[in-house]
């Protein structure tokens, strides 16, 4: 039987929450975390579909294990450096879902940020944080 590659499940990964069927991911998370990992690479997609459907991940994730959510950490603070301001955005927008005080605070590092939108969204997330 042949294998599947991580290059190959990640593209179908991204293929269903396109689809809209984030369940599906969800359950695959919940049954091994080491797709926290991956986060930040599904993420840093052009379809718009694809980067809604990791925030509604993400709000399932956080609602049903919070705990864990905070794995996908280091995967979305390398998105911080990205060239686009949208995919900037989206990785700030997942990090305040996650709300750790760690997410939070790398949320604070970026009010520095070169696009106006980004240190708006910052502000507005930092302030619902009491900060």
Not at 24 to 41: K, S, V
């Amino acid at each position: 039987m042949d294998q599947v590659t991580d290059r190959e499940l990640k593209k179908v990964m991204a293929d269903f929450l396109e689809m809209g069927h984030v369940d599906n991911i969800a359950a695959m998370y919940r049954q091994d975390e080491t797709y926290y990992n991956w986060t930040g690479e599904l993420l840093d997609d052009d379809r718009f579909a694809v980067r809604l459907g990791i925030s509604v991940l993400f709000e399932i994730l956080q609602a049903e294990q919070p705990s864990k959510t905070c794995l996908a950490i280091p995967s979305l603070q390398k998105l911080l450096q990205s060239d686009h301001p949208h995919i900037r955005g989206e990785a700030i927008s997942v990090l305040a879902i996650i709300g750790s005080k760690e997410a939070i605070d790398i949320i604070a590092a970026q009010t520095g940020d070169e696009s106006p939108q980004i240190r708006e969204l910052v502000e507005e997330i930092l302030a619902e944080n009491g900060r």
